[in-house]
């Protein structure tokens, strides 16, 4: 959404349904006057920031004014007692006010999230103009305005809960040092003195608080930031090991809980394996080893003394656990035989760890099945899909390509492998974010795990070899979620995994409330707490007293918490709550005694939104390609790429040779633009129907032989 | 219960209300049939073995019949078509009649686990008797017996639905080989040797399926055999390492629900650390370590590649979090700050590992909390110890003392230690249940854990170690559960902690039921079920065709399953279910327009009658004494000991030497008789109020100094 379009809705959200007007319309000799019919005027809105201190937060001054009248800068700055007024750079535009210089309207108040810092001026002749005279405000980078009336502009700013410091600029720029505005300054000067000290421990914690890198700019430390600084996770003494804090953990609880209910109702049991593996055991299958056992990590002492033989941690429990299901499973009618752990996994990696991504221990569950029939197998496998794509799409707000992976990378000992892929926008690639394998007989054979056919008429009995599945899904699920969804305020939850689903802050609260008053606004907070937990939703308020409003905004959004409620004496008065989200930034307000349904309304449309947004930006990365020379602009453009293919594993081999950079020196050299080839990501489940596959006809955009079918490719975690 | 309040009670339950008779009233010269008025007659139960083959299980032959009636075994055996019926031995009423031959009724029928094995003859001049007749019968080793109706003893019969023989015995004695007998013979033999394969085999199973060991001689295989057979564990080829199956893991899964719910209300949020831990954290609190460390397991290798420096894997985690509770503590405002998160943890043990009460991994959750004030944490130190109460209490049905803990008993590191104290009958061993640690400041002290102290009004600032607590419960639960209400059928599951609460068992199905008939019960059984499953009862329906109806009770019954429904024609005809409860094994109706309400309330009964027999076993079980001569008698006598203790170590020391049975070679010698000696288990939080301590009046009992409180002793697992 342009920063234009967020004004409009914002302002809708406030009943003013403003005209727009084309300057073009102006260009084209009707004057402004002609527009603003009966009476109006074109206005400007000015940012400013005063001089401070290194370390203090910046201080800015917003000035709404009538296009005519002449803004002083520096008379202002002695009128309000601040230092040296410049008008602000870019870069306080963009962190402080989400907007650039073209776009300054006061309509970006809506983007501060600490309104306390910010000095509001207004315009003493923009106030003294009638109630229904219309005013003219750039609203965005474009060449459009919006016209809105100066009672519309009042019932905005008053919105915001801000107070408002209305000035004479004619009688400013006459008489610099006329009384009243000495008093003014005299005052702020004072009041600015007493809380300096205050000021500046907090404007340190400020500072700390926030993410200091883009996510455009630099990912890999934006993403390290979000991770530590909403305190979602904490790096660890042991490499590779991180610290899943609350906010990260609950993400987890919620997936556990719908899919392990998921999977109940289908009839799969919960165990738990020893994490310990004998190395006579973790050898059985060589093929599924070989893909493990450099990064297996090995038990060779207790207390003092060496074991007499080193025993593994669990990189995956195949082999662990497929020796009990050749005792288990002794008849068909054992049959579908369906279990389920949830646990941690050990891969010792050498390469470079990511948090959520690629770390040594992470927290997975690991389904394990066997069953009388491939069809009874593969029934599951997509059953199980499904479930997996539920998780990326209802609860994370993600979304996934389902689909079949190639021969190359499907699971070490298995018979196929599916998938569901996700895709990274910031660094354009796809990860694998769940797979649901078919084992087929591989590892019942190895393991000898048989029944007798019950479908055998012939003579004496016949062994049947039983048809397994092994599925699973990993934290690397939450990793996902934070690289798509978060921005440069950090993280950004949808409501159905977050920890807190709203926070309350009470506002509006001056040194010279009285502390009936205070206590009047801090229970009638509480009593909103109350009526939200009743009705179920994850609701806290942040009543310390030692903060102020903005800084708890900052706090909270930091955190991703989707949805803040501001509540302040002018909400009292109308009955109302002001609601912010965390996604769009939007504030809204909702009647008090609709407050259960409204809020709860509110979270819904944000976890719809958010993956409808992130949906419609996976699609549009997706680039459907003819020609082989479109694949690296493509994939260098960040997009994944759906093409006709050979199937063939020599193809995929050439691919990834032909679509890498330049010197192939691993993943990791730029997190941005990574050089590597792009792999086959799947198969998917959904091929394009528009320009269906036809045999002998349609050629592999690679190579040229015959193509089988679409493959989606890309550069990958 | 004496079998005898169990006859009664089976009665009750068919709305059978039975006078009852002393025997000594018979002696004092009033006849029997002076107390049947108006009419009636004495009875006698015989229960036959006839000779199988040795691996077949035994088809005992139960006889009713009136006192007076001739019962000639071999005549019967010929009419019968079984080969040589001679009395049954002690060994078979035991284990198939769970009765003794001195109480041998027609009510031991209803402890039959599987009736198809049973032969039931009833006297043909008993049932020629008038309706209201009166019969009595002997029900119990006392010198009671019980008077009904011939009418009602029907009524009982028809709810076992098992169909009866009836024998002429006058006419088997006058005309042995009488043409009706022959054919009855005939049959009988026919369709023994059509059956004999087949059946063969599933005795087979069946023998293998039972428990083999009696609770009350040989403890540990006992257990070992309810562990395995009841599918709950498997033993695993890492020593000290076992696998939890469904049916274990589903009692973990209840209690992590239940303890998850109640402290997140209480503001404990749930977190991820590290399995892993490096030396140098691990040894940071020195007092703390020494109790871990001779058992802490060391990764030293990844792949073929040695560690820089070994890695530990967490006994606990304590050393693990608190460097972090430093860096996230900066405030009062932090406080309290409280995590827990569920997690294997591994303990290194030599001694003889014992699944559940002594494993190297173990599966737990363990919470650490910080305050600002000693009262803070003692609050919640109280508050997770009712919910360890009540996880045991409610979920478990087993009984508990709180209590805390002596100074030689307390938590390495820690300041107190409370703890909720079980009690395993057979073995007459406390077992430490759960602990809640308050830590103090010893690990706030060693890990800088601060904060600025709010209360402090003198000049400059006052730091303040915060006060910390740790908590943790773990899957040992299980195996006090097991061990307590478990029986010589197998595991006895409390209703609540069950994966299957009710079993639906189709009955009554013989080679003469129509295929549509058969269709028609099997119908009626998945209707029943998806009833309960509507209502929220965990079931299952076994349709194995395969199986009798017996070898599904039995296999229900081995694993523990708290409420078996059989359903036959007659049920259907009477609009009603047959429920059997695991833990008394008593039968009931339960109609069929009442299924919900009756299921659900009879396992709510049962969840409660468990707790209740296990709650007056343990208190039984706790001995007072008042002099030193009565202390290992008790002990020896399997009592916990509440006395009055003078609360020394010095006292705590001896006490465990002199009640040392005799040489101290371990507690391993005798799991049934253990000669350890008796350690201190806790100060009960609820003292005695019928002789209270007088300070400096009541003395200690082992030493004679001042007592201060009541201390509960015993040998201890």
């Known amino acids: 959404m342009s920063s234009y379009d967020n004004v409009l809705e914002s302002l809708k959200k406030l009943s003013i349904e403003p005209n727009t007007v084309s300057h073009d319309a102006v260009a084209d000799n009707k004057d402004w006057s002609a527009i603003m019919q009966p009476s109006g005027q074109v206005t400007k809105t000015l940012i400013f920031k005063p001089k401070t201190a290194k370390s203090a937060a910046p201080t800015p001054v917003v000035v709404i004014a009538l296009e005519a009248t002449e803004t002083n800068a520096a008379a202002l700055s002695r009128h309000l007692g601040l230092k040296d007024c410049r008008f602000a750079n870019e870069d306080l535009l963009q962190s402080t006010f989400a907007t650039t210089k073209d776009a300054v309207s006061p309509f970006v108040l809506s983007n501060v999230a600490d309104l306390s810092l910010v000095h509001l001026v207004v315009d003493a002749s923009l106030l003294s103009l009638n109630g229904a005279d219309r005013l003219a405000f750039r609203a965005g980078a474009n060449n459009q305005s919006v016209l809105i009336s100066v009672d519309e502009l009042k019932n905005y700013v008053a919105s915001l809960n801000k107070d408002i410091t209305e000035v004479d600029f004619a009688a400013l720029a006459s008489a610099p040092a006329a009384a009243p505005a000495k008093d003014a300054a005299a005052k702020a000067a004072a009041k600015a003195k007493k809380d300096a000290k205050r000021e500046a421990a907090l404007n340190e914690e400020s500072h700390q608080m926030g993410i200091e890198y883009k996510k455009d700019l630099d990912f890999p430390r934006w993403y390290q930031q979000v991770l530590t600084k909403s305190e979602m996770l904490e790096y660890y003494d042991v490499s590779g090991c991180y610290i899943l804090r609350p906010l990260a953990y609950n993400i987890w609880k919620e997936i556990t809980n719908f899919f392990d209910g998921a999977i109940t109702e289908m009839g799969v049991d919960d165990t738990y394996f020893p994490m310990f593996v004998s190395n006579r055991v973790l050898e059985r299958e060589k093929d599924h080893i070989e893909g493990f056992a450099p990064e297996v990590a090995w038990v060779t002492k207790a207390g003092n003394s060496d074991l007499e033989e080193p025993i593994a941690i669990r990189p995956t429990s195949e082999t662990v656990m497929y020796p009990y299901f050749a005792k288990w499973i002794r008849s068909h009618r054992d049959l579908p035989l369906r279990i389920n752990q949830w646990c941690s996994v050990v891969r010792w990696e050498f390469k470079n760890p990511q948090p959520f991504l690629r770390t040594r221990e992470f927290l997975w569950q690991e389904g394990h099945t066997a069953h009388l029939t491939l069809e009874g197998a593969s029934e599951e496998v997509y059953q199980i899909l499904d479930l997996y794509e539920q998780v990326y799409n209802d609860l994370l707000a993600l979304p996934v390509v389902k689909g079949v992976k190639s021969e190359k990378e499907r699971f070490a000992g298995g018979y196929y492998t599916t998938t569901v892929e996700g895709y990274i926008p910031a660094t354009g690639r796809a990860i694998q974010g769940g797979t649901s394998h078919c084992l087929g007989q591989n590892f019942s054979k190895m393991f000898d795990i048989t029944v007798e056919d019950p479908n055998w008429e012939g003579p004496d009995s016949k062994k049947l070899h039983v048809w397994q599945n092994s599925w699973g899904l990993s934290t690397r699920t939450i990793g996902v979620l934070v690289m798509t969804h978060s921005d440069d305020f950090g993280?950004?939850?949808?409501?159905?995994?977050?920890?807190?689903?709203?926070?309350?802050?009470?506002?509006?609260?001056?040194?010279?409330?009285?502390?009936?008053?205070?206590?009047?606004?801090?229970?009638?907070?509480?009593?909103?707490?109350?009526?939200?937990?009743?009705?179920?939703?994850?609701?806290?308020?942040?009543?310390?007293?030692?903060?102020?409003?903005?800084?708890?905004?900052?706090?909270?959004?930091?955190?991703?918490?989707?949805?803040?409620?501001?509540?302040?004496?002018?909400?009292?008065?109308?009955?109302?709550?002001?609601?912010?989200?965390?996604?769009?930034?939007?504030?809204?307000?909702?009647?008090?005694?609709?407050?259960?349904?409204?809020?709860?309304?509110?979270?819904?449309?944000?976890?719809?939104?958010?993956?409808?947004?992130?949906?419609a930006n996976m699609e549009a990365n997706i680039a459907r390609i003819d020609t082989w020379d479109q694949f690296v602009p493509a994939l260098n453009d960040k997009k994944l790429i759906l093409m006709p293919w050979c199937d063939r594993t020599e193809c995929e081999d050439d691919v990834k040779d032909r679509s890498a950079r330049s010197s192939n020196d691993g993943e990791e050299e730029d997190e941005r633009a990574p050089s590597m080839g792009a792999k086959t990501l799947c198969k998917p489940l959904v091929q394009p129907t528009d320009k269906p596959i036809i045999p002998g006809e349609t050629k592999c955009v690679a190579c040229g032989q015959d193509a089988k079918h679409y493959m989606l490719f890309g550069r990958s975690y």
């Not at 909270?556 to 989200?581: C, Y």
């Open 491 to 615: 993280l950004v939850l949808p409501p159905r995994v977050a920890l807190t689903q709203v926070i309350i802050i009470p506002c509006g609260l001056t040194v010279k409330t009285t502390k009936e008053d205070a206590n009047k606004l801090y229970d009638a907070c509480e009593d909103l707490a109350k009526r939200l937990k009743k009705a179920g939703v994850k609701v806290k308020t942040d009543m310390r007293d030692i903060y102020t409003p903005g800084f708890k905004f900052n706090h909270w959004e930091l955190r991703g918490t989707p949805l803040r409620i501001e509540f302040g004496f002018k909400d009292m008065q109308k009955n109302q709550v002001t609601a912010v989200r965390r996604d769009t930034r939007l504030r809204d307000t909702i009647p008090l005694d609709q407050l259960e349904t409204g809020v709860k309304q509110t979270l819904e449309t944000m976890q719809n939104d958010m993956y409808q947004k992130a949906k």
